[in-house]
Nanobody, 124 residues
Framework: QVQLVESGGGLVQAGGSLRLSCTAS????????MGWFRQAPGMEREFVAAIGWKAGNTAYADSVKDRLTISKDNAKNTVYLQMNSLKADDTAVYYC?????????????????WGQGTQVTVSS
């Protein structure tokens, strides 16, 4: 099992920035991909970004790729999501996820492990 713990959420004004962190523990050697998803009230969980744990290849949702950046620190078993130029539409609970299989994918069902989520609220 892999445990994921997110941090860094909060309240920010539109146009501001936040950096989310997700630290993994447990069977981290089995992880191949880590990603971020988000879920706004009344909406389905949606893909935000993902990164290959060894190769560092990345994928982004079209709606965020010019404003959000995913990165990793393998030594710390941590993945980050730098969020700039935040908009009210970015308000959601952000979830960290990890999967054991090697391909970077955007489907939530393909991820094996999930964190509890961290709230991001952007005021307009």
């Amino acid at each position: 099992q892999v445990q994921l713990v997110e941090s860094g959420g909060g309240l920010v004004q539109a146009g501001g920035s936040l950096r989310l962190s997700c630290t993994a523990s447990g069977r981290t050697f089995s992880m191949s991909v880590m990603g971020w998803f988000r879920q706004a009230p009344g909406m389905e969980r949606e893909f935000v970004a993902a990164i290959g744990w060894k190769a560092g290849n990345t994928a982004y949702a079209d709606s965020v790729k010019d404003r959000l950046t995913i990165s990793k620190d393998n030594a710390k078993n941590t993945v980050y999501l730098q969020m700039n130029s935040l908009k009210a539409d970015d308000t959601a609970v952000y979830y960290c996820a990890a999967r054991d299989r090697i391909f970077v994918v955007k489907e939530a069902s393909a991820y094996d492990y999930w964190g509890q989520g961290t709230q991001v609220t952007v005021s307009s």
